[in-house]
């Protein structure tokens, strides 16, 4: 074991960075002894200590409060993107508490993301741990593809220009801050991490786990698989010894960046190479990422943002060009199929995407959730959706708004026939009777005219054929279930029977309530498009009642798909470009006055009304055919 150090670590010495940071030299082609290894501190006779991640593939490194633990993290990863380019090595930086260690890497070529203040949200860790195993599955299929046995092959057969290797696939660095933490929130972290500790070195994956303290009961999953341990100086002897196997760390100076280092040749302490220090925007590390940024194509983005920045529909769709015979609305069915309408963001973390969440209307459905939840927005975004999707012509919506009056806001939409608030029986029983008339009519005429199904009904309705009948698809959109049960029990019975033959002859009924057991059980069985928010009770779950309990509360919009995938619905409006520069003003507003920005959806909440009231607006005002034809009839 050396002694201490007293050398100074100048990291643009030991990276050859030269007085002035030149990329291109820096990213030059590397002899493989040279590649993904890194020095990130000097000994004490001044010589370069470092990390060949080549040898070593997975380090362990712990320190306490003050130890430096944040600044060496920082050295090694910025000495990897200073001296590969983003086709050589690539990141996933994630921290349980704050972003302070990894904020600045953040939309830098080779860290397209970091996963920051992961304690804020368990569900966050639970997201890591697919994003990482996604990853794991990819490498394994695309060297599957391309016949190679392991990383290293791919490698140089991509460096050969064999074509099944085209794809670059870089060193993957998992960088986890405080993953003992990580661990206590969510234990399934310690499966994943024994299974990157298996594959990792045959598909190109390396950990770099840190943590104030060492748990070794949970960490013996993966324990085996740690080549390489750093340790700073630590809380006690007992935790030296866990790390590095001798006390000693528990001693060290509390001067920062002091620690040992333990491979298979040995334990040797060292001196960090400080790249933070100095004024904020003249460190070596802002200098580097600076001189990076834009430089090359960012590496493959395997970790998107969370579900948490508001959402308006114009975003999920194309954009809205006025036509004579449609009005602004765009004609999707042909990329999504009949009644197939987008409302929301589905997250698929294992597969590294976010897709738009479509929804089949074509029958019955019902959105649940608990207060608060956001389900009666979700059902306006439905409504708005269909709107923005299909004419007048296509679609009647019918609105019963016992929920706080966001269906309501849509009553001058051309495709609203009608849209009643107040729980009086007389328009909500002659709405029900309208459609039972409609459900006979159509069940008579599609025998004596031989329609066979609503996709014949609505090609020949295109074809201008069918004039006796004035509809096109009929929504019957209930918000507040159980306030309609209350008020209106004795009509119960009707709904159920249009609920049974509705859906065949274009007549579908959605309603919301705040749980599951709201909806008698024969009715619920016939709602087969459910969307599922935020639940007071997250074992009353339809989907799963343990990944029900990760949906964020206070987070409306956010909910569970039957695929157990978390969605966040879309809000009804058009002005995704307004509320994104409202959000802009705030958090620039929250920076000059030293406060945290207010959140994003309160935001939107200010300008709710004037978003719904513009997408109405520019609905009507597109639309020169006749309205809904109901509206005239259902007028109360």
Not at 303 to 308: G, I, S, T
């Amino acid at each position: 074991m050396t002694e201490a150090s007293a050398c100074n670590a100048d990291p643009n010495e030991l990276w050859n960075l030269g007085q002035c940071f030149d990329v291109d030299r820096a990213w030059a082609p590397r002899p493989t002894p040279d590649l993904h290894r890194i020095p990130f501190g000097v000994d004490d006779a001044g010589r370069p200590v470092e990390l060949d991640f080549k040898d070593f593939q997975h380090v362990l490194c712990i320190g306490a409060t003050g130890s430096g633990k944040s600044e060496l993290l920082r050295t090694i990863v910025l000495g990897l993107m200073a001296t590969h380019p983003p086709t050589d090595v690539s990141f996933v930086l994630a921290e349980f508490v704050g972003a302070a260690t990894f904020s600045e890497f953040e939309h830098t070529p080779h860290v397209p993301a970091v996963a920051s203040d992961l304690c804020s949200a368990p569900s966050q860790v639970a997201r890591l741990c697919e994003v990482l195993c996604g990853e794991l599955n990819r490498r394994t299929e695309l060297l599957e593809s391309s016949q190679a046995e392991n990383f290293g092959e791919y490698r140089q057969k991509r460096q050969f220009g064999d074509p099944a290797c085209a794809q670059p696939l870089p060193a993957l660095f998992v960088v986890l801050d405080e993953f003992s933490e990580m661990l206590a929130m969510h234990p399934m972290l310690a499966d994943v991490l024994q299974v990157v500790g298996r594959l990792g070195n045959s598909l190109g994956v390396h950990m770099l786990l840190a943590s104030q303290r060492l748990e070794e009961a949970k960490n013996q999953a993966f324990e085996h698989f740690i080549t390489c341990r750093i340790a700073l100086r630590t809380f006690s002897a007992g935790e030296s010894r866990s790390a590095i196997g001798v006390p000693d760390a528990s001693t060290l100076p509390t001067e920062p960046g002091l620690g040992y280092l333990r491979t298979s040749n040995g334990i040797t302490k060292f001196k960090t190479a400080h790249v933070s220090h100095g004024p904020p925007d003249q460190t070596l590390l802002s200098n580097v990422l600076s001189d990076v940024r834009g430089k090359a194509p960012a590496s493959r983005s395997i970790w998107l943002p969370p579900l948490a920045a508001p959402l308006t529909l114009d975003a999920l769709l194309p954009p809205l060009r006025h036509t004579d015979d449609r009005g602004c609305p765009v004609d999707v069915r042909p990329k999504l199929g009949p009644l197939r309408v987008p409302v929301g963001l589905l997250d698929v973390p294992f597969h590294h995407r976010q897709s738009p969440m479509v929804l089949d209307l074509d029958g019955h459905g019902a959105i649940v959730g608990a207060a608060g939840s956001g389900k009666s927005t979700a059902m306006c975004t439905l409504a708005a959706s269909l709107a923005l999707t299909h004419t007048p012509r296509e679609v009647q919506l019918y609105c019963v708004d016992l929920g706080g009056g966001s269906l309501a806001q849509l009553r001058d939409l051309p495709h609203v026939g009608a849209a009643i608030e107040q729980p009086d029986i007389h328009p909500v029983q002659q709405i029900i009777f309208e459609l039972k008339a409609l459900l006979t009519m159509r069940q008579k005429g599609f025998c004596q005219l031989q329609v066979n199904g609503m996709a014949d009904f609505r090609a020949r309705k295109l074809r201008g054929a069918l004039p006796q009948d004035p509809y096109g698809d009929v929504f019957w959109l209930v918000d507040n279930w159980q306030a309609f049960r209350t008020a209106f029990g004795v009509l119960e019975n009707e709904v159920h029977h249009l609920v049974e033959a509705g859906a065949a002859y274009g007549i579908h009924v959605f309603i919301t309530a705040e749980r599951w057991a709201e909806i008698d059980p024969e009715l619920r069985e016939l709602l087969h498009t459910r969307v599922e928010m935020r639940l007071s009770d997250p074992s009353e779950s339809q989907v799963d009642s343990s990944a029900a309990e990760h949906v964020p509360p206070r987070e409306p919009g956010r909910g569970l798909h039957p695929d157990k995938l978390h969605f966040l619905t879309a809000l009804p409006r058009l002005d995704s470009t307004e509320v994104a520069a409202r959000i802009r003003a705030e958090e620039a507003a929250a920076e000059k006055e030293r406060r945290y920005p207010r959140p994003a959806m309160e935001i939107c909440a200010e300008s709710r009304a004037d978003g719904v009231a513009d997408l109405v607006d520019r609905v009507r005002g597109s639309w020169r055919g006749q309205p809904a034809p109901s509206r005239r009839l259902l007028r109360p």
